[in-house]
């Protein structure tokens, strides 16, 4: 059985993750309307799963940002409008697409990623380096995880995922 000392550090854990969740959506505002004021704040996750993930299923964009297939399509039908994404055929499979991030969508989210690390330096002066090293090794220790859990509880989320194998390369890249 859990002590009420460690339910109640959870408890104050998962608080602080609704504050950073809230800061995170505000956060994904601030970078689409820096991208293109004409996509939705949800895009930039799209964008930002593109440049991590490389071309993709729009089945594997939609589970890993755990969305449907709808709305996926409907800020995809934005983000290659704006001239930001390109579908093409998938060479393994010819009925299915493949979502790419193009030049410009690249190009535009390096600059507002870039803008929001200088952000980040900036508020996090004060902080001593080892204090960002220990933060940034317990964060990735907890989308380690989440992973586990997920491919334990969830076959759907299992070794084949997308999430799986993003956060499995975040994951050695932290190692290297």
Do not use: C
Not at 51 to 63: D, F, L, N
Not at 90 to 106: I, K
């Amino acid at each position: 059985m859990e002590s009420l000392d460690r339910r109640a550090k959870v408890h104050e854990l998962e608080q602080e993750f609704n504050r950073l969740f809230v800061r995170r959506r505000f956060n994904a505002l601030q970078l689409a309307r820096q991208i293109d004021p004409e996509i939705e704040p949800a895009s930039y996750s799209v964008l930002a799963t593109l440049q991590q993930m490389g071309p993709q299923r729009m089945t594997a964009i939609a589970r890993h940002l755990g969305i449907g297939k709808p709305t996926l399509s409907r800020q995809l039908s934005t983000l290659e409008a704006r001239g930001f994404v390109e579908k093409a055929t998938d060479p393994d499979d010819g009925r299915a697409q493949m979502v790419s991030l193009t030049e410009e969508g690249r190009s535009r989210l390096e600059s507002a990623q870039g803008d929001r690390a200088e952000r980040y330096l900036q508020m996090l002066q004060p902080w001593e380096e080892q204090e960002i090293n220990l933060l940034s090794g317990l964060l990735a220790k907890l989308n380690r995880t989440y992973t586990e859990f997920d491919a334990e509880n969830d076959p759907a989320l299992g070794n084949g995922s997308a999430e799986h194998q993003a956060a499995k390369t975040q994951a050695n890249e932290g190692d290297s």
